[in-house]
């Protein structure tokens, strides 16, 4: 998962639960907010039936507006009635007619019931005061109530959380483009850290080049030594190597020349200092070898393959070969072009060396890596000596010219990239060399 798919994912998780716990918070607020206004408005309804209420003996009455015109319209939603204290009724609004309300309860003198009651499928909010009302010539015990169905309420908190999660909503929308915006903005070094690096490993350049924030500073820095100690110590190997083989190749020389000029020199002796001078040639170019780099170039196969084969057929002159070569203009090789060229140079010579009339090279890529065969119809290669052969020193032929140490140094370089070299029987009738780096 990428740095910038967590941030994200974890920034969406914390907006998730930060405006689900706001969104609870605003409508228990607004809930508690309406449902005081409520009472309040049912508290004000009482008092204002209270005031306009007569008692005579056994008689209520009340005025024809009943003060509310919601209190004289059937079903309206807001209804009041009064009892005694056998929970008789003894008046009620003309809004109360069919309606099914809550069950009445006589209330003591001076008590206060505000509550949520269902009846069916409806809920209501019910405010009661308990009184005992003085006569002239008695004390008589009611119970004022009023009360309201939920219908417009619930459609009032309905449309509240309707209009706050629409917002809420719109705003977590806005708060999460605006941090991809500034997480873009704010990621863009190390976008541009990975540009770099791409173009190192394509090898378009050779170290970082840009300069970024402190908080990475550090890190393209450590990158950029990573790189100079790579290319140093591979330099320092190579130059050893090379030091070191050139300086045993002069001594070898003047001792194989000193037991060439002795005719009794040991014949023994001279195969070791002729053994010996082939592996300072193999050392030579093992020295020589770069492998696989994190900062090599890309080099196009097809026209490095041409070039070599311009070269041998002049060599090759006397020899009628006809060559096929298949290759992608575009197919390319990620490393060091003298290796390149040391590894097509010995596949392609020991293929003219041994071909009759025909030579095939085919490059291509397969499953993202580089294959490279080299097809001829000579003599061919026994199975036998397919192994002797990537040994140093080894030749098929004696008689045919050359150190003896090409498929072992073709094999060297494969090996340097970690790739494969396989010898088979040739379609053709001869050998066929395959590499795949």
């Known amino acids: 998962m990428s740095l910038n798919l967590r941030i994200i994912l974890s920034a969406t998780s914390v907006l998730v639960i930060f405006i689900t716990l706001t969104a609870a918070a605003l409508n228990r607020a607004f809930v508690e907010s309406t449902e005081s206004a409520l009472r309040d408005n049912l508290t004000s309804q009482l008092y204002a039936l209270l005031a306009a209420a007569e008692v005579t003996e056994g008689e209520i009455i009340m ?22 204290q056998s929970a008789q009724t003894l008046w009620q609004s003309s809004s109360a007619l069919g309606a099914k309300l809550p069950r009445a309860e006589a209330l003591a003198s001076g008590e206060k019931q505000f509550k949520k009651t269902d009846v069916g499928e409806l809920s209501y ?11 002239d010539t008695s004390a008589i015990a009611l119970t004022f109530t009023i009360a309201t169905d939920l219908v417009s309420f619930n459609k009032q908190i309905t449309e509240y959380r309707n209009t706050l999660w629409g917002w809420l909503l719109a705003m977590a929308i806005l708060l999460l483009i605006s941090q991809a915006a500034i997480l873009r903005w704010g990621l863009l070094p190390l976008r541009q850290v990975k540009l770099e690096l791409n173009k ?12 970024y924030p402190q908080e990475i500073e550090q890190l393209t820095n450590n990158i950029n030594q990573l790189l100079v100690q790579e290319r140093n110590q591979k330099t320092r190997y190579r130059n050893a190597l090379g030091d070191l083989a050139h300086s045993l190749k002069t001594p070898l020389a003047v001792l194989q020349s000193s037991l060439n000029s002795n005719n009794t020199a040991d014949d023994s002796m001279k195969e070791q200092i002729t053994r010996m001078n082939s592996i300072v040639e193999y050392q030579l170019q093992r ?10 170039k ?20 006397d ?13 390319t090789f990620k490393g060091d072009e003298g290796d390149l060229m040391e590894l097509l140079g010995n596949l392609l010579d020991n293929a003219y060396k041994w071909a009759d009339k025909r030579i095939d090279i085919i490059a291509e890529s397969e499953a993202g890596k580089l294959s490279i065969r080299v097809l001829d119809d000579g003599p061919g290669i026994k199975a036998e000596q397919a192994q002797m052969l990537l040994e140093r020193g080894v030749r098929a032929d004696q008689n045919i010219a050359g150190h003896g140490i090409g498929l072992s140094i073709v094999h060297n370089i494969v090996d340097a990239y970690q790739g494969e070299l396989f010898i088979k029987k040739s379609p053709l009738g001869g050998a066929e060399i395959q590499i795949i780096l």
Do not use: C
Not at 125 to 135: M, R, S
Not at 201 to 207: M, N, R
Not at 287 to 296: L, Q
Not at 319 to 331: C, P, S, V
């Open 125 to 135: 909010y019910t405010f009661a005061y308990g009184i005992n009302w003085v006569t």
């Open 298 to 317: 890309s080099l196009k196969i097809k026209s490095i393959i041409i070039r070599m084969l311009e070269s041998l057929k002049k060599v090759y002159r």
């Open 319 to 331: 020899k009628a070969i006809r060559l096929n070569l298949t290759a992608d203009e575009n197919l």
């Open 287 to 296: 020295a020589a070898t770069a492998g696989t780099s994190t900062s090599a």
């Open 63 to 84: 005025p024809s507006s009943e003060l509310d015109a919601l209190l004289g319209l059937p079903s309206s939603g807001v209804y009041a009635y009064i009892i005694n």
């Open 200 to 211: 190192i490993e394509s090898g378009d350049q050779q170290q970082i080049e840009q300069h």
